[in-house]
DNA sequence: TTGTACGCGTTATCAC
DNA sequence: GTGATAACGCGTACAA
């Protein structure tokens, strides 16, 4: 591979000349700008964007941790990170956690090995030793999906409580009373546990009983809701609606469902969390809980940025709006209906 | 940031001891070992690969280039390479190319600049400027999902043709007449000409006449597959069955036809292609073609990194099986089975 | 407008 | 087992 020293050889100038004519051709005389284009064609030069990062000590790198990429509301958050991203001239570097701190420590420590400039995290821990080693390094981060509304994390997330309140009473107004919920584990997800709370308050406020029997915590997987909504309906008493904690789940649970031989919606109501594109496909279309995957990303990037350029210690937080999404996984309970 | 000169002198040895320290512990002195970590510790000090990569010249980064991060399947490959990648040592800078010759040609761009090691693509433009360069620059990279068997790229992909034929030919035993096709556009995807190959000859082999009004290039979404089926269903003489160039494309048209008031899978029997995850937990489940997507990326990665590291110029091209699940939504069309 | 010379953090080479 | 030092490719004072 050729360096500006060839082209500066080949050209008849100074090293000097060949970068300015790459960074700042308005400095560069016509003629010596042409000779140094044409000499840069002879040789095949490439521009090395890692030596140029040595010298002004910026890699233009983004580190983006999260939990599982073939999440689909995962990738739209990814998305929505290089877009901005990419825009500012910055490349993203991504790492998977399958949901396992392990991971999410190792790839803290690895990408910063790689000087990435800043880090997104989608955390599993955010009382874990990996955050913390961030802030007291000033290591620049920002939080995706959390719930966090003060503290030293910068974050932009939506309200998992409210949401886990909104699902159910969604369910409360249709009619329901028995009430499960599949929960990603707390152990791994504060999202979970905030949406459990919200669940339980809704529960609460309007005279419902709590009944730890209707809750499994379980993984974010399409198998997992299939065989928690299994378990469930091979209890005693079944529910005659359930709330999960993101789409994959839910639409686990509609299969587990059918193959238990439970009609939807009518044996069964469903609602999810995320509202992945393909929730407004399927039969019956998921109701579910929208997040704005996209819009986070990217003004998640957008603050971590900021933080880079212009410093600063304060965190940021912000909180975006989340909403029910009413389609046909949810009705009023049988029982209910036939008294009508 | 402290360096490896600020440990030394700390540590009151000399950087080369430290960086032997690091990197090849066993040629150091216990005692002195010892003192060096003291000193990395006391300095919050944090290796820094970038500047090793530039001494070394290994930057220990590869690129991928994907036309969708949000399909599930092309986030499976992602996992492959990365699965593969991360495990002997290097990180993988990934960018969308959202199925655009121009995304696509610009990001190998700026990934060379990068430095990245090799290159992973799915190519848009099998014959573009952008694969023609990094040949004459004989720069390593590794086609997917292609179905290149000669020629001067390497590749690890799957027989489309024979899915388009296979697919084609589930239909046909199942006594389907009249099978529509819903291609990805042939200019961006020569993945979705080759399917339509396949699914041409199939017919002909089963004489069976070709209709061009029974096939639609168009992207693919979901969306696309709803609006296009639907354009197919509201014509004269309507299909009993269509064959989707991939999942997306064919959970669309699931939803279209139901939109249309067509039952499935007796008014209308659809045939997927990539078995995305949630093909088996929607109802009716998907009957497609299934692509090994993970092994892809996994094995398209190994090619690469043996070039990289062996050198040598003789073009790889591996092809994976493909195999047809057949899950609920094919069956026989509806005139039929009245007949039985 | 152009050239000279130095430095960025690390590894490799060669002495000792 | 350890140290001194020259690279690596580029940007940037500063001088011309």
Known sequence: MSTIRDVAR?????TATVS???????NVSPQTRERVAKAMQACRYHYNALARGFVTKQSSTLGLIVPSITNPIFAESIRGVQ???HREGYQVLLGDTDYEYAKEARLC????ERQVEGLIITTTRLNGKALQDLLEDRFPFVLLYSTVRRGPFSSVGVDNFRGGYTATEHLIHLGHRRIAMLAGGFS???????RWHGYKKCLRDHGLRYDPALVIQT???LESGREAIKTILSRERTPTAVFCSNDFMAIGAMQGAREAGVALPGGLSIVGFDDMAIASFISPSLTTIRQPAHEMGRRGTEILLDRIRKGGRKPVHEILDTGIVARESTAAPIALRTEI
Request: glycine share 6%.
């Open 10 to 14: 080949l050209a008849g100038v100074s």
């Open 83 to 85: 877009d901005y991203a």
């Open 219 to 221: 993984r974010y997987t």
């Open 109 to 112: 420590g690895v990408l910063r």
């Open 20 to 26: 300015r004519a790459i960074n700042a051709p308005e």
């Open 188 to 194: 791994f997800s504060d999202k979970s546990l905030h």
